[in-house]
């Protein structure tokens, strides 16, 4: 354990400063998913840790030819267990540019805030963790175990290639214990994940002319049948384990304030999104086929 007096040098060593320049250095390198190209910030990270972080074993792993991860790990002075410092370095992709206000790689900061693609999701959270990593190394000889930091590659488009490709090949990020710095607010703490699954439906019909619909089976009316029905999914009664749901809403009046009103109704239920559709190619044609993917997510208790 810990003495009080490395516990106090430890929250002593926190640097909001070098959180700031990791952060604004991640925030520099482009790496949205799609298309997922995760190399270089890799190095980038890993260049970083080997600057503030000395003593830290630091490999890099390719999953593929564009998916890069990371592991760093720090080893206390003894056998003991171990902790991991999860994150992920691929960012959504830019959007429209002309909605930015700021550069978007350049990692402004103005009135306090920091601004940039993956500011918030989530390389804000990897600087923090690389500077907590490099305040435990400097007390390395007070505690016993080992903390690892593993930055995943592919995280936006379902993580395969990202962590779970490092649970599968890299046995130091399987811990006792986990702590992702992910988009959100260091006042709350989340417990668990909702699963999810992204589903693609196809609808087919017959394919014939606006003015002759009697002829055709119009393959966008079938689809949205079909997604109607998906989204009944909504109503389901999710049954979690005793303590889960009565913590989503004890923390609802320090959560809702910072992820919004409705979060916490959010958390405990099934969530349908309908993120595209696709189907025709006129609008006096019936169309023969027709598309969709969603992002169903599943709270604890489905």
């Keep these: 354990m810990m003495s009080s007096i490395a ?3 430890l929250l002593g060593a926190h640097r909001s400063d070098h959180v700031l320049a990791c952060a604004r250095r991640l925030i520099g390198v482009r790496s949205p998913n799609p298309p997922g190209d995760t190399h270089e910030v890799a ?3 890993g260049g970083l840790i080997r600057d503030l972080v000395p003593d830290a074993e630091v490999r890099l792993y390719r999953s593929s030819a564009t998916i890069g991860n990371l592991v760093a790990v720090v080893r206390g002075n003894g056998p003991g267990r171990r902790v991991v410092l999860s994150g992920h370095l691929d960012t959504y992709p830019l959007g429209d540019p002309a909605g930015w206000s700021v550069d978007p790689f350049a990692g402004e900061v103005r009135d306090g805030r920091l601004y940039g693609r993956g500011a918030a999701d989530m390389k804000g959270g990897i600087a923090a963790s690389i500077v ?21 590659g592919d995280e936006e488009s379902m993580g395969t290639l990202g962590t779970q490709w490092l649970l599968e090949n890299v046995p130091a990020v399987r811990g006792d214990a986990v702590i992702i710095g992910d988009a959100g607010s260091p006042l709350v703490v989340r417990f668990g994940e909702k699963g ?4 693609q439906i196809t609808a087919r019909g017959k394919p014939a002319h606006g003015a002759h619909v009697h002829l055709g089976v119009n393959a966008l009316d079938r689809l949205c049948a079909a997604l109607a029905d998906v989204a009944g999914l909504r109503t389901l009664s999710p049954a979690p384990r005793a303590g889960v749901a009565e913590a989503i809403v004890t923390a609802k009046p320090l959560s809702e304030p910072l992820g919004g009103a409705g979060e916490a109704a959010v958390l405990g239920a099934v969530t349908v999104n309908l993120g595209r559709i696709e189907g025709g190619s006129s609008p006096n044609l019936v169309p023969a086929m027709a598309e ?3 992002d169903i997510r599943l709270p604890a208790g489905v």
């Design 7 to 9: 516990r106090a040098q």
């Design 43 to 45: 190095e980038v990270a």
């Design 132 to 152: 907590a990593l490099a305040a435990l190394a400097a007390q390395a000889d007070t505690w016993r175990g080992e903390v690892v930091l593993a930055l995943a």
């Design 196 to 199: 999810f699954l992204w589903v």
């Design 292 to 294: 969709a993917a969603l």
